[in-house]
């Protein structure tokens, strides 16, 4: 049974009646026809290798209200990326399938760097900036939505529970972002639970009131990568390239967006996902990386509200990260007693020391080079800098469209200097 409880500055919306699927739909539909909406998919090629993919095609299929979806194939060799885009044949939403390894994209990525416009390492952030541009460089887009790839309990009321807030032409949300539980017989989604919430109430306590980070610690599920947003809003913020991708877009929403017109919304009753392993031993690999590349990309950003983090700050918290999340630990315990799940004690444990180092990794790093890598550049500064990159992706866009008539790859255009030097 849900609450109605309203916590921090942000408006939650509740998941308060079952069923309703077949109303949001019809109101989608509606809103459409003058906020229309675009879907973002970003999947690497071994997702197509499981159930969990073609049960999310399988919904998606049925969906009346997108004008257009854009699903980025990473990793992929060319016979896998045809491979992956057969799943989006026959749906009656035009699909874009941008194949992240087309030698025309890696010259956009050139291009960019000889401009001094770099869109990073390869990463699930660069993968969403560049489907971003592809949906804007087609055109007619007001919204624009985005969730994983590995949902294995997918479906399409997920999608219209996201994106209705800012769809709606009379609630006035700008960006709005999923909640969910994460639970099958034990408790998942560890790095939210035992990293990033004690962490941002640990330097809560620590500082002065930030309003930023109280903003931050209104969201249920801050670092759920399913949110939607306005197009214009999209084409303004900045994003980081690497697992910071969910506290880098929050950081510049709260930027550019009143709290007023920031909403949560409960849009699974659960969610079931792959599972990342801890990597404990491997700062490089696994939650060790992705605690590391979070922690990172709060402290920039807390940078940016004008407070600066000392040294003296990175070693209270550390000591105190650990006795907060291990009174947090208690806390999960009698929830998993009570509701009858499994809770290994021991690997709750294990994961807090694991993410402390992640966090000792993260604050030598912000503290040598606090600047760290630039975010890549919104839509908006990239089309100011080379006003021809939106008819090249439009013709790369035209030529990966599931069902065009042409579906094979073109050759790629080469990029001469004189091109270069005009951009």
Request: hydrophobic letters at 45%; a negative charge; glycine letters at 6%.
């Amino acid at each position: 049974m849900a609450d109605f409880f309203q916590p921090g500055v942000i408006t939650t919306i509740h998941r308060l009646t079952s069923g309703g699927l077949d109303r949001l739909e019809n109101d989608l539909e509606r809103f459409a026809a003058f906020n229309p909406i675009g879907l973002v998919l970003p999947a690497l090629y071994r997702e197509f290798e499981h159930p969990a993919m073609r049960g999310i095609c399988d919904e998606l299929r049925h969906v009346r209200y997108l004008n257009r979806i854009v699903v980025a194939i990473g990793q992929a060799t060319y016979d896998q990326y045809l491979h992956a885009r057969s799943f989006f044949e026959n749906f009656r939403t035009p699909v874009t399938a941008l194949w992240m390894e087309d030698p025309r994209v890696a010259e956009i990525f050139q291009l960019l760097e000889a401009n001094n416009l770099s869109a990073g390492a390869p990463g699930k952030g660069r993968t969403c900036w560049l489907s971003f541009g592809c949906l804007f460089a087609q055109g007619g887009i007001e919204v624009v939505t985005l969730h994983d790839c590995d949902i294995r309990n997918y479906s399409r009321e997920l999608l219209a529970r996201l994106v209705y807030p800012v769809a709606h032409p009379n609630l006035g949300f700008e960006f709005s972002k999923g909640f969910y539980a994460r639970v099958s017989d034990t408790l998942h989604g560890r790095v939210t639970r035992l990293f990033f919430t004690p962490l941002v109430r640990v330097i809560q306590n620590m500082t002065p009131e930030i309003p930023y980070l109280r903003f931050l610690d209104s969201f249920r599920y801050a670092l759920a990568g399913e949110f939607a947003l306005q197009a214009d809003l999209a084409q303004a913020i900045r994003i980081p390239s690497h697992w910071g991708l969910e506290v880098g877009v929050l950081a510049e929403v709260y930027r550019n967006v009143a709290p007023l017109r920031v909403c949560q919304v409960d849009i699974a009753e659960n969610y079931e996902h792959k599972h990342q392993d801890l990597s404990a031993e491997d700062p490089e690999k696994g939650l060790r990386r992705m605690a590391r590349d979070i922690a990172t990309s709060l402290f920039r950003s807390i940078a940016q509200e004008g407070f600066t983090l000392t040294a003296d700050h990175f070693r209270t918290m550390q000591i105190y990260y650990i006795r907060f999340a291990q009174d947090t630990i208690r806390r999960y315990h009698a929830d998993a007693q009570l509701n009858g799940l499994a809770f290994d004690r021991h690997a709750e444990d294990t994961a807090v020391h694991s993410f402390a180092e992640s966090l000792r990794d993260a604050a030598e790093s912000f503290q040598q080079d606090p600047l760290g890598a630039p975010q890549i550049p919104n839509w908006n500064r990239v089309v100011a800098a080379l006003p021809d990159v939106y008819p090249r992706l439009r013709e790369i866009s035209a030529d990966m469209q599931v069902g065009a008539s042409k579906p094979i790859v073109a050759p790629p255009i080469r990029a001469t200097a004189a091109d270069v030097a005009t951009a």
